[in-house]
């Protein structure tokens, strides 16, 4: 596809059981960016990868979380030990220059909800 | 502490007339702007920028404009039209053309454009 995507969109996870959330950007964008976003806020940062590099992990809130892109495209979102606080809408977004574009382009998000 | 502001849930307009969508920021860092839009269920999409060199910027029905002094921007949108409906983030970056292109958000305004 054109856009960026993301699976699951829905998911439903007892507390304590660990999630992974998946984005597959756009073909050849640099820049991939994982932000969260609570109900009637908006996004927050949690982590940033150039290529295969991590190179900002400042916004992830515990170490529970966990983020990869081993390959420089596909990235995976793990949280581990889930908690009601967790719940919220998970958004990728890619860029195609490195973080030196003009814009990001979202994917349509994971929507956890931690029961 | 909110580094990006929008003070007004949600405002409503009349098919026809200007929308006006106001943010404020407290970060003299910030030298980029942004405003996305988003329909539920989806993630958001781009709509137009600012760069902090300029006081105004246009596109088509949209128009942005930068008081650095005042640290408020705006987005000016004429006329405006019942697809318009959504909710708009403002987001601002610190560091573009640079390596690293987080953005940060405000919680966003719901606009309401009533036929």
């Known amino acids: 596809g054109a856009g960026v995507s993301q699976s699951p969109r829905y998911k439903v996870a007892k507390r304590g059981q660990d999630v992974a959330l998946r984005c597959d950007p756009i073909?050849?964008?640099?820049?991939l960016f994982w932000y969260q976003q609570a109900l009637g806020q908006g996004p927050e940062f949690l982590t940033y990868f150039q290529n295969e590099a991590q190179l900002d992990k400042s916004g992830l809130p515990s170490d529970r979380f966990f983020a990869e892109r081993p390959e420089g495209s596909v990235s995976t979102l793990k949280i581990q030990r889930t908690q009601q606080e967790d719940s919220a809408v998970y958004l990728c977004?890619?860029?195609?220059?490195?973080?030196?574009?003009?814009?990001?382009?979202f994917g349509p998000g994971t929507r956890l909800t931690v029961l | 502490d909110q580094q990006v502001k929008q003070n007004s849930p949600s405002l409503s307009v009349q098919e026809g007339r200007i929308s006006i969508l106001n943010c404020d920021y407290t970060n003299s860092m910030f030298d980029y702007f942004l405003w996305y839009k988003k329909y539920p269920a989806e993630g958001p999409t781009f709509l137009i920028s600012i760069s902090s060199i300029k006081d105004k910027n246009e596109d088509g029905r949209f128009t942005v404009f930068l008081n650095k002094s005042a640290k408020h921007l705006s987005l000016h949108i004429v006329p405006s039209q019942p697809g318009d409906s959504a909710v708009y983030f403002c987001a601002a970056s610190a560091d573009h053309g640079g390596s690293q292109g987080n953005l940060i958000f405000g919680k966003g305004t719901k606009l309401s454009v009533k036929p």
């Open positions: 073909s050849g964008h640099v820049s």
């Open positions: 977004a890619t860029d195609p220059s490195g973080g030196f574009g003009d814009e990001q382009f």
